[in-house]
Structure formats: C-alpha cells, structure tokens
C-alpha cells in the first residue's frame, strides 16, 4: 500500500530560524503534491502544491517545497520562521492511477511546529 | 461564503446511539471526500464520492454510511455510536479527483 513519512513529528524553534520538514512517500508511479497546515483548533488550509513542472513551488506565507522525483521526496521549507507558524503541518498524496482518476489524499502522520517567541 | 460546511460543529453523544454530519460545498466541484482525525491527529481518508456516485470507500465498518443526494452535498450516517468513533470528521471537495481538496471546518464528535 502506498505511504507517506513525515520525519520530524515535533519540532520547537525559535523565531527567525530556518525550517525544513522532510515528507517522502512509497510509489513509483504520478503522484499530486500537498502541504496542508492546521492552527491550533481550525480547518486544514493548502499551503502548497506540485502537479507538474517547475519541481520547486511557492506557497503562501513564505513557505516553499521542493520535489524531488528521485527521492519521493517533498520537503517543506521557510527561510524565516514567525512565532505565527506555529501549528500541525501535514504532507498529503495523491497517487494517480495510469487509466485515469485518483484516490483520495494519503497525509504523513504530521509535524506539530511550535516557534518561541 | 463558505465553501465547505459541515454541520453540527461539536456532537457528543452516548453509546449506541445514530448520528448524522452533513457537508455542503458551494464550489460547484464533483468530488466530495469524508476524512477521520483522530486523537493523535492522523487523518485518514474514509470515502469518496464523484457527483453522487460512491468511488473510495475505505475498509471503515459498516455502520458508517455517506450519502449524497446531490453532488453538493455529501453527508455521513453513523448508527450505533462507539467510544472508538471519537474523533474529528473533515469533509473535503475537489474539482477532480486528484486535486487541490478544500476541507470543511471539521465536526468534532465525542462518544460518551
């Protein structure tokens, strides 16, 4: 069955730093990229996606993944973490099928971020 | 406006008994998905449905079932609630299957 890894289930910063989550996933064939973040007690909003393209895509908030098809790899990352990032960020798959259609999102466990002030 | 709703917001409940969430999407998209967080904040997919017709279905027990009367509309049935059946449900749309879903603003459901 197809999975995806998030490798840092918990990570404290402070602000300013550089953040980098690592998402990979088991599937050789196309898949549709996501981040999704979650603050605390709301929805899950996109922060990000890669369907096709330039492998590096630009988010909202500053944030910006890279993907690396070699790898299965889809890490998330931000230059300058604020003390407002601190929330559950989630990778999400979606793993397409070569006659066409798709299931549903497949998420990481997720990454629950705290920035320090 | 909301894209997705979810209706009630919170649901607690005793054991045994059947509950009902509704979404709605005023996107005018064709694919509705239901989705279980639990306590540990997993989220799992449970169905999905492309205007009206059921495509995903998860191996989630049988006393979970959607129903879409329409293809704005995806709602879910739980009969004989469970303590196990506590968690946070997302209901979710997409234009298509495979892409950007939009979820709902969740129904947390607690099972006394």
């Known amino acids: 069955a197809q999975s995806v890894s998030q490798h840092n289930h918990h990570v404290i910063l402070s602000e300013a730093a550089s953040l980098e989550l690592g998402c990979n996933y088991s599937y050789g064939g196309t898949v549709n990229l996501f981040w999704y973040v979650q603050y605390p007690g709301q929805h899950l909003q996109l922060l990000l996606k890669?369907?096709?393209?330039?492998?590096l895509v630009k988010g909202i908030k500053g944030f910006e993944a890279e993907f690396i098809k070699s790898k299965f790899s889809f890490n998330l990352r931000k230059p300058s973490v604020q003390w407002s990032d601190t929330a559950e960020y989630f990778c999400?798959?979606?793993?397409?099928?070569?006659?066409?259609?798709?299931?549903?999102?497949?998420f990481g466990k997720g990454t629950h971020l705290i920035i320090q002030p | 406006d909301t894209a997705v709703s979810q209706t009630p917001k919170y649901l607690v409940t005793q054991m045994g008994n059947d509950k009902s969430i509704k979404c709605e999407q005023n996107?005018?998209?064709?694919?509705m998905y239901w989705y279980k967080q639990d306590s540990k904040k997993f989220l799992k997919i449970m169905f999905s449905?492309?205007?009206?017709?059921?495509?995903i279905n998860e191996t989630v027990p049988n006393r979970f079932s959607p129903k879409s009367p329409d293809k704005a509309h995806l709602n879910l049935h739980i009969n004989s609630l469970e303590l196990g059946d506590s968690a946070v449900y997302f209901c979710?749309?997409?234009?298509?299957?495979?892409?950007?879903?939009?979820f709902g603003p969740g129904t947390r459901l607690l099972v006394l």
């Open positions: 996107l005018g998209h064709d694919t």
């Open positions: 890669y369907f096709s393209g330039d492998p």
């Open positions: 449905y492309n205007n009206k017709e059921l495509i």
């Open positions: 999400a798959v979606s793993f397409l099928y070569s006659g066409g259609g798709a299931d549903g999102l497949t």
């Open positions: 979710a749309s997409s234009l298509q299957g495979g892409g950007t879903q939009y």
